[in-house]
């Protein structure tokens, strides 16, 4: 099993947003499916670098799930019912490397593992 991140944009097309009521059937499905690893809405926040100007905050993704999927593919399929998608938005679906390979290391620190 691997774990993915569900990132919501807020690209909704105006008029189509799903009733609230849909994000409770939708987690109820990763519950029961066992993937559901957490999430939340997203609000303001700021950018922080140590070494240059700040960029601005990402301003499309308004949430976030975490899930537990057999692959890739499998963690597309359960994109299905989420109400951002079922309404024409975009759900983003990244991969979480696991913590302590040198992939995950490197890709942390910016460096490629050799």
Not at 34 to 55: L, R
Not at 71 to 87: D, H, I, K, M, T
């Amino acid at each position: 099993m691997a774990d993915f991140i569900l990132f919501m944009h807020n690209d909704v097309p105006e008029g189509q947003r799903r009733p609230d009521g849909d994000w409770a059937a939708y987690f109820a499905k990763l519950r029961e499916s066992g993937a559901f690893q957490g999430g939340s809405s997203i609000g303001d926040g700021v950018c922080a670098s140590k070494s240059s100007p700040p960029g601005t905050i990402t301003g499309h993704i308004s949430g976030y799930i975490r899930i537990r999927a057999e692959s890739l593919q499998s963690a597309r399929e359960l994109v299905v019912g989420n109400p951002v998608y079922e309404a024409g938005g975009t759900v983003e679906i990244r991969e979480l490397p696991r913590t302590g390979t040198p992939s995950a290391t490197g890709a942390l620190a910016g460096i490629q593992p050799s």
